[in-house]
């Protein structure tokens, strides 16, 4: 595993539709690694891989164990995901992206989605996400069609550099205790 260097907004390749994987094959495998070493070194939730100059469609997320949720400790790569259903219901979170320092915003997103895709081994997969996951997974495929939080966001605000998911789950881990009151 090594780490990738993460481009940012001024990275033309961000706006780019990234481009399908054919088969997973060893590199597809390594790039899988390495994003998740590179998403974890830099205290992320998930990333794309055009986040790392690899316009290809791959995502990785974890949601952290420590957070309380009911997706808590869920680790997951995709390939080739997309989201096969919506739920109309939305609702508005904070967001922040590795790609985008300094910076978080409010965002409206389904509370509800389906995605399927291709994981590591190369089987189908299909999951739906609620809440914080969907959140996340919404964020990361919007990567993969050249989109960014701040595209659609209501209202962005600075924050400290490398705050930006610390910012966002404090508000996650908030909004998750109100719904369990």
């Not at 481009?7 to 590199?27: M, Y």
């Not at 998740?36 to 990333?47: A, C, D, I, K």
């Not at 974890?62 to 009911?70: N, S, T, Y």
Request: charged share 30%; net charge negative; with cysteine.
């Amino acid at each position: 595993m090594a780490l990738r260097q993460i481009v940012f907004t001024d990275n033309p390749i961000l706006r780019e539709k990234s481009h399908r994987v054919p088969k997973i094959a060893p590199d597809i495998k390594r790039l899988i690694d390495d994003m998740f070493e590179t998403m974890r070194e830099n205290s992320g939730v998930g990333l794309a891989a055009v986040q790392v100059a690899v316009p290809l469609r791959v995502i990785v997320v974890e949601i952290p164990e420590e957070l309380e949720d009911p997706d808590a400790g869920t680790s997951l790569a995709l390939v080739n995901p997309e989201i096969a259903r919506a739920s109309a219901e939305m609702e508005d979170g904070v967001e922040g992206c590795l790609s985008v320092p300094g910076w978080v915003g409010t965002v409206e997103r389904h509370q509800t989605i389906t995605v399927k895709g291709i994981d590591q081994r190369g089987k189908k997969v299909r999951l739906r996400a609620s809440h914080y996951l969907a959140r996340v997974l919404q964020h990361e495929i919007d990567h993969l069609n050249g989109v960014l939080f701040i595209d659609k966001a209501s209202e962005i605000w600075p924050v400290e550099e490398g705050e930006e998911e610390t910012a966002e789950l404090e508000y996650t881990a908030g909004e998750i205790s109100g719904l369990l009151e």
